[in-house]
């Protein structure tokens, strides 16, 4: 059984969380969208002002429509997980996986950190889907058939 502590914490706010990602002391993890209110946009311009626009917008496109993970290592410690808005299985599967590598590629071999931070703009992910696919990461369901283990995050907050 892995030893992640999974929490709901509303009390840090959006700029405590910049200003911990500057640090590179948190991971911050968003759900592509190029809406301008969103976390992505938000994000991607606080901690990558360098990136245009237009590479931003390709970047989002890219991880919706391939439904796979994306991450801004070395740029910053910010990976982008895709848009779902049903509740299908699947998506909660193809979910599950991209949870468990974007933990292993970009927190377990890059980024080191102990604690991964989930902005989620409402209602551009399903929670429940989102909640049930990091239980089947950090339970050890994943984990056991992947061979890995969590080396560095010790706790996951959903923001």
């Given amino acids: 059984m892995s030893n992640v502590n999974i929490q709901i914490d509303i009390s840090k706010s959006y700029e405590e969380c910049i ?5 590179k002391t948190i991971h911050l993890v968003c759900v592509a969208s190029t809406k301008e209110s969103s976390y ?4 991607y311009r606080d901690l990558a002002p360098e990136i245009e626009f237009s590479q931003i917008a390709v970047s989002i496109e890219k991880v919706n429509q391939t439904k796979e993970v994306g991450c801004l290592y070395p740029y910053s410690n910010l990976s982008i997980i895709p848009s779902f ?6 998506n909660e599967n193809i979910l599950a996986k991209n949870i468990a590598e974007l933990i ?6 890059y980024i080191k950190s102990t604690t ?5 703009d409402d209602p551009m992910i399903n929670y429940n889907n989102l909640s049930v696919a990091i239980d089947k990461v950090i339970s ?3 984990l056991f058939e992947s061979g890995k283990k969590l080396k560095w995050l ?3 907050i959903l923001r």
């Fill in 19 to 23: 200003t911990e990602a500057v640090k």
């Fill in 40 to 43: 992505c946009l938000r994000l």
């Fill in 85 to 90: 808005d049903d509740k299908s299985s699947e």
């Fill in 104 to 109: 292993f590629e970009a927190n377990e071999r």
């Fill in 116 to 120: 991964m931070v989930f902005l989620l």
């Fill in 140 to 142: 050890d369901k994943i």
């Fill in 154 to 156: 010790k706790s996951i």
